[in-house]
T-cell receptor, first 114, second 112 residues
């Protein structure tokens, strides 16, 4: 049973470009959480999705950031017109059950904005 | 809404014990504990679902006091492999807010 797959693992973008980060949950997992982590800091909640629905996006900036989890395919975190401050590691975590299940983390996507 | 963790950092010698605390101002349904090593993804340690529940994992155990909205992680006879940053994650016990948030982390360094 494959774990949570994130790609790309490393992404370099210039200011103003778009970044697309993908997260494929473990089999049977329909809950996806995205977190952002700056070096030496904690995991900051961004958005929680459950198949085709955004349940809570209270941690996501109102502009330039969007997330989706379509019926088929991976969850995608999209950052438009990236700025240097977007440089960070972005982790997705998935779960089978929201209230009782552990979160399984992907290896993260490390975005560097030049 | 983010839980509070203490201490921020702790340095131990191999074989010593440590306690990491996690508290919230909101009623909690569950508390999770994760460990993250430098440059890696967080790894699940344990989940506590009921007030007063205690769970163990090798020499790492945890308790959850639902009334006080607190959880503590106990590391006994620490090993070098215990080094890393420990995060507690909490899920609210009310219907407000669906997200799952983590504390700021406690950095544990175990020295030989």
């Amino acid at each position: 049973n494959a774990g949570v797959m994130q790609n790309p693992r490393h992404l370099v973008r210039r200011r103003g470009q778009e970044a697309r980060l993908r997260c494929s949950p473990m089999k049977g997992h329909s809950h996806v959480y995205w977190y952002r982590q700056l070096p030496e800091e904690g995991l900051k909640f961004m958005v929680y999705l459950q198949k085709e629905n955004i349940i809570d996006e209270s941690g996501m900036p109102k502009e330039r950031f969007s997330a989706e989890f379509p019926k088929e395919g991976p969850s995608i975190l999209r950052i438009q017109q990236v700025v240097r401050g977007d440089s960070a590691a972005y982790f997705c975590a998935t779960a089978r059950d929201r209230l009782t299940g552990e979160l399984f983390f992907g290896e993260g996507s490390r975005l560097t904005v030049l | 809404q983010q839980p509070v963790q203490s201490p921020q950092a702790v340095i131990l010698r191999e074989g010593e014990d440590a306690v990491i605390n996690c508290s919230s101002s909101k009623a909690l349904y569950s508390v999770h504990w994760y460990r993250q090593k430098h440059g890696e993804a967080p790894v699940f340690l344990m989940i506590l679902l009921k007030g007063g529940e205690q769970k163990g994992h090798e020499k790492i155990s945890a308790s959850f006091n639902e009334k006080k909205q607190q959880s503590s992680l106990y590391l006994t006879a620490s090993q070098l492999s215990y080094s890393g940053t420990y995060f507690c994650g909490t899920e609210r016990g009310d219907n407000y807010g669906q997200n799952f948030v983590f504390g700021p982390g406690t950095r544990l360094s175990v020295l030989p």
